[in-house]
């Protein structure tokens, strides 16, 4: 299939990144939760092993730098749409014992090559693509992972039964209500940016593609509201 790759985001979150900041330091989308999620998934299959990483869609690997500091991969490759991600990334992961690239690309382009990976990783970022891309990136990230390889899935879904509108409205619902850190002005821009750019699916769609491109999901997943760790391997 043949998909139109995007070489630039749209949706820059970089545009907010002050109040992405405050959202991940305020762990108003439960990063903490998850990370911890990701860390314990990724020691109970790599613990003193060696395996390659690939984060897409990384940021500025806020959230993941010191993870990945506990449990330093062999190789670390990062990409991402934005270059003020990528230089503030640089920065985080400086201090890894491990080489670190990072390079500006879309994350359907970085699945393209040969290369394969031990742990693909993604978190918030799926969310971005239509649904097509959706079930292209899955069957790239299938081909991509190497033998005993996970998938790991950090991203926001909407349940079952919300169209996206339903979802739109009960996530701003509850960001008006709980994110009580947030400026008017900074709660505005993020409903900017979620009607924009977020297409979240529902989880069971999401594991419907993983499964047609050969993936399954493994047990596992604690929903924090509309936030899940999904976690994939090759059948
Ligand atoms: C919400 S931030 C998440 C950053 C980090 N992964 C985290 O969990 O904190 C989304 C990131 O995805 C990047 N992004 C959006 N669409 C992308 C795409 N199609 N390919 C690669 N990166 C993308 C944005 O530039 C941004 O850095």
């Given at each position: 299939m043949d998909v139109d790759v995007?070489?630039?985001?749209?949706?820059?979150i970089f545009d907010l990144w002050d109040t992405y900041k405050k959202v991940v330091v305020e762990d108003l989308m439960f990063h903490a939760a998850l990370s911890q999620e990701v860390e314990c998934a990724l020691r109970a299959r790599f613990q003193g092993a060696d395996f390659s990483l690939l984060d897409l869609g990384?940021?500025?690997a806020h959230v993941f730098a010191p993870i990945l500091r506990r449990i330093p991969p062999a190789r670390y490759k990062g990409v991402d749409l934005s270059d003020t991600a990528l230089a503030l990334a640089a920065e985080n992961l400086k201090s890894l014992p491990c080489p670190v690239q990072l390079a500006h690309s879309d994350m359907l382009s970085a699945l393209s090559g040969e290369t394969t990976h031990d742990v693909i990783h993604s978190s918030f970022?799926?969310?971005?693509?239509a649904t097509q891309e959706k079930a292209e990136f899955f069957r790239r990230a299938s081909r991509a992972l190497a033998p005993g390889g996970l998938l790991l899935l950090v991203d926001t879904m909407r349940e079952e039964d919300e169209t996206r509108e339903d979802y739109l409205r009960h996530y701003f619902d509850w960001i008006e209500k709980d994110?009580?850190?947030?400026s008017r002005a900074e709660k505005d821009a993020v409903y900017e940016h979620i009607s924009t750019s977020d297409f979240p699916e529902p989880l069971s769609l999401l594991e419907r593609q993983a499964r047609e491109a050969g993936l399954k999901r493994l047990a596992g997943d604690v929903p924090h509201r509309w936030h899940h760790l999904m976690r994939f391997e090759r059948v």
């Amino acid at each position: 299939m043949d998909v139109d790759v995007r070489s630039e985001y749209s949706g820059e979150i970089f545009d907010l990144w002050d109040t992405y900041k405050k959202v991940v330091v305020e762990d108003l989308m439960f990063h903490a939760a998850l990370s911890q999620e990701v860390e314990c998934a990724l020691r109970a299959r790599f613990q003193g092993a060696d395996f390659s990483l690939l984060d897409l869609g990384c940021g500025d690997a806020h959230v993941f730098a010191p993870i990945l500091r506990r449990i330093p991969p062999a190789r670390y490759k990062g990409v991402d749409l934005s270059d003020t991600a990528l230089a503030l990334a640089a920065e985080n992961l400086k201090s890894l014992p491990c080489p670190v690239q990072l390079a500006h690309s879309d994350m359907l382009s970085a699945l393209s090559g040969e290369t394969t990976h031990d742990v693909i990783h993604s978190s918030f970022v799926l969310h971005h693509l239509a649904t097509q891309e959706k079930a292209e990136f899955f069957r790239r990230a299938s081909r991509a992972l190497a033998p005993g390889g996970l998938l790991l899935l950090v991203d926001t879904m909407r349940e079952e039964d919300e169209t996206r509108e339903d979802y739109l409205r009960h996530y701003f619902d509850w960001i008006e209500k709980d994110w009580a850190g947030l400026s008017r002005a900074e709660k505005d821009a993020v409903y900017e940016h979620i009607s924009t750019s977020d297409f979240p699916e529902p989880l069971s769609l999401l594991e419907r593609q993983a499964r047609e491109a050969g993936l399954k999901r493994l047990a596992g997943d604690v929903p924090h509201r509309w936030h899940h760790l999904m976690r994939f391997e090759r059948v």
